[in-house]
């Protein structure tokens, strides 16, 4: 019920998904029952797999995250959520208020054991692959275990969702010498360097979308800036060359020749590509999609969830942190151990 | 001597203003005498106006900034940077080691009375305007005072060098609401709306480049990543148009009918229009040069090196920042006075 575009694209999203991605034994909407009803029957979507958990309240992006959830206590965020605490559903995938889901979840399902603070990931496109950024905004003010911890998160992610067999890790940073940073970046890289990752230092803003790294490691405040002035950069761009390629007649035929450019950048540039950005390190599956998202990026969000299902991305998690936190209980007690130990 | 490019281009962009830019009286060409007497004759630059100050140092992107500037004393950057200290110049203009330029300029020239930290001022394109950003790189850990004096003098350049009348300042965070931010953006805006500034509060990532604000204020940490961050997106976006612009015969023609458009949209993007940041808030004025500056950039740097001098910026910055501290001062002793008294 939370996304800017009403239930009818939700519901689209989902007629797709079930006719695209195989796998899926059934897809609650979780919301008020006579619009999702319509919506249902606008679309012709039939799919007894589709069923319907009916609730009478929405979570709105005016309502503040944490109140929002803890008094909304029949709002289809929340009510979708206990579905996964259940047992009844795998994952929750939602377009609503982020800082919603984010406290929501994190009450409900509780993080997994071992795990500081979740994380949100995102997809982003570099040059020729895919990298991963997180912590896009769950965790405002970080500590440094919070960033070793998602660094093994991340590593996790890319390696066994995205098929990176050896993620290069990085912490973001205002350039890669040692003495630069700040402390949370410098204390950050230090409890890295003791894990078993590919860590491969700093990193700088213009590292990304250059193929050098895998998995960009930062604080939520950071992340969320930065990806939303990259956002605003890039449809700044589109809007400077679509007015220049509009301005004359000339070059409005030129560009209806090379138009199939556009559409290759535009998708490649387009965040509905990606879909959802999991949140890791709760018990249960997360996703959050783009509150503007469309029926494709609600595909996409739903694929994005079922193969993290598939892939026991929370087992890895579950074992991989654990390890994590022996290593730097270790380092602590005996000082520090081989990466490769 | 300190450029990627090395000292043509520097003679180049110096021949380009002594033609365009009125109201030059010197440049000196501070480095090594044989090289930039070679590129001053194979240039054919043969302007009395230009003085060369031989030196036998460079401060190389491979010195540590504050080592380097205490122990090469007769580099170029500390030797250029002595010639506005000693009122030999109005004015250095450097493309070299931004550490280093920060740091001896801070050295040697000292800050503005009431200046806690200088801060370095990056111009960027809005959909339709310019605004600013600052700190982009001066300063890696600041304190909520610093924040607040950057607003006043961004604000400041922003009036008296960019002809905007009123600019509307706001702290960058990772939302609008109140209750977003890290402590630092949420002590800075306090003391901002304490000021006789046109502070609107928080922006986001998504209000750059949109025309909502004219003056970003954030720390050098923030600052550097999320500069470097777009840039790198920036440059992504142009190799993936140009890749889908040229994958086949039709796609090239095409473009090259409409190649206006492409012309418009790289010049709009192009940071040698801007050509240097200003570092603010010393007794004299400095400008960091993008250090990759082509001519044209060099030219531009000298043009806003100019226009800071001749619209007497640091003595507009003396007065506001002693009022915005003595501001400071009176709520602290009284408590919050109102913004407009």
């Given at each position: 019920m939370g996304g800017d575009h009403g239930c009818e694209v939700v519901v689209d999203g989902v007629r797709l998904a079930l006719d695209?991605?195989?796998?899926?034994?059934?897809?609650?909407?979780?919301?008020?029952?006579?619009?999702?009803?319509?919506?249902?029957a606008k679309r012709h979507v039939n799919d007894p797999r589709v069923k319907i958990l009916h609730t009478t309240e929405v979570l709105t992006m005016e309502d503040s995250p944490l109140e929002g959830v803890r008094k909304k206590k029949d709002c289809s965020m929340v009510r979708a959520i206990e579905?996964?605490?259940?047992?009844?559903?795998?994952?929750?995938?939602?377009p609503g208020n982020t800082g919603g889901l984010v406290a929501g979840s994190t009450f409900?399902?509780?993080?997994?054991?071992?795990?500081?603070?979740?994380?949100?990931?995102t997809l982003m496109p570099s040059r020729t692959t895919t990298f991963i950024f997180l912590d896009a905004g769950a965790n405002h003010e970080c500590k440094p275990l919070y960033l070793?911890?998602?660094?093994?998160?991340?590593?996790?992610y890319s390696r066994e969702v995205l098929g990176c067999r050896k993620p290069r890790v990085g912490v973001l940073s205002n350039g890669t010498e040692e003495g630069k940073g700040t402390e949370l970046t410098r204390e950050s890289a230090k409890l890295c360097r003791q894990l078993n990752l590919n860590f491969i230092g700093y990193v700088e803003g213009h590292d990304l979308f250059d193929d050098r790294v895998d998995v960009v490691v930062t604080d939520g405040f950071v992340g969320n800036v930065v990806l939303k002035s990259i956002e605003s950069m890039g449809k700044a761009i589109l809007k400077n060359l679509k007015a220049g390629l509009t301005a004359t007649p000339t070059r409005k035929f030129g560009a209806w020749i090379a138009r199939g450019a556009f559409t290759d950048l535009k998708q490649r540039m387009d965040p509905d590509v990606y879909g959802g950005a999991p949140l890791l390190g709760l018990n249960?599956?997360?996703?959050?999609?783009?509150?503007?998202?469309?029926?494709?990026?609600?595909?996409?969000a739903i694929r994005v969830a079922t193969e993290t299902i598939q892939h026991h991305l929370n087992d890895v998690i579950t074992c991989e942190i654990a390890e994590a936190n022996q290593r730097l209980a270790n380092v602590k007690d005996n000082g520090p151990v081989p990466a490769a130990a």
């Open positions: 695209g991605i195989s796998g899926i034994s059934e897809i609650h909407l979780v919301g008020d029952r006579p619009q999702i009803e319509a919506a249902l579905l996964v605490r259940d047992g009844k559903a795998d994952a929750i995938i939602s409900r399902l509780r993080r997994i054991e071992g795990v500081e603070r979740p994380a949100i990931v070793a911890q998602f660094a093994v998160m991340g590593s996790v249960g599956i997360v996703i959050k999609a783009h509150g503007s998202s469309r029926e494709r990026a609600i595909m996409n």
